[in-house]
């Protein structure tokens, strides 16, 4: 009944579990599977206490894609050990919300899964306000784990 | 890998498109799926508008359980066209969001599927808040459609 799902994730805890009901339901509907990992823009940090290497400020953005490609590329292996096969990892910079949903327009995804909120991850962008945003802007059905 | 899915319906179009969703999945999960369609109990209507009939005020709450249970049952039958074949209706009069929550917790739902807005019927109840206040309150994954 889906044929593209995308999941959201963020490394919480909440969001691995959104990711395994995401895995599960791609099986059961025979469905492609895009795990996308967001990072926050260095501009977006730079007022904010976040340092992560007070020497290499330039650095800020690359270290926060890598993290976030690293992020999914774990996303992926989870959903794989769930019995997924057609998985790709995506990662991607800008408000939260506003990109997941265009992000889904983009890709055509059928179906949106996220966790209902964050839980403390570093970059602590799924929180609830995030999932609501999301229902609010998503043209297609999102599933809140 | 649902097993008990539960569709609030409140006869909107949205209520509509998430029952389609919910009848089309619990086929796919062999799951059973409850309809249940919420009405408002007098108290909550007093204070407003709402005069179904001047001459027969303490018909009220029997008017609003009886149009919910022709609702539910309006349900069962999108559902049952939909292919499903596990279904049962039900009508609850309560606080919207609430009732549904501790529905689904006493009926042991592990998906509760529902409009992400209203869409301007009579009661009115299945507004974005709405959907917000489940997501927020429920412990089970909801799919809003």
């Not at 690359?62 to 998985?87: L, P, Q, V």
């Not at 995506?90 to 949903?101: L, Q």
Request: glycine share 8%; hydrophobic share 40%; proline share 2%.
């Amino acid at each position: 009944m889906f044929k593209s799902i995308l999941a959201a994730f963020d490394g919480s805890e909440g969001a691995e579990a959104a990711l395994r009901k995401a895995a599960e339901l791609a099986t059961l509907c025979e469905a492609e599977l895009m795990v996308l990992t967001l990072y926050r823009h260095h501009s977006i940090l730079e007022g904010s206490m976040f340092v992560i290497d007070a020497e290499k400020p330039d650095n800020i953005d690359e270290i926060m894609r890598d993290h976030a490609k690293d992020t999914a590329e774990r996303g992926a292996s989870i959903a794989k050990e769930s019995g997924c096969e057609n998985i790709r990892a995506f990662v991607k910079g800008g408000p939260t919300a506003r990109t997941i949903v265009s992000f889904s327009k983009e890709h055509e995804n059928d179906l949106i899964i996220m966790g209902s909120r964050g839980l403390g991850s570093i970059e602590g962008y799924l929180l609830g306000s995030v999932s609501h945003k999301v229902t609010s802007l998503s043209e297609c059905p999102v599933l809140l784990v």
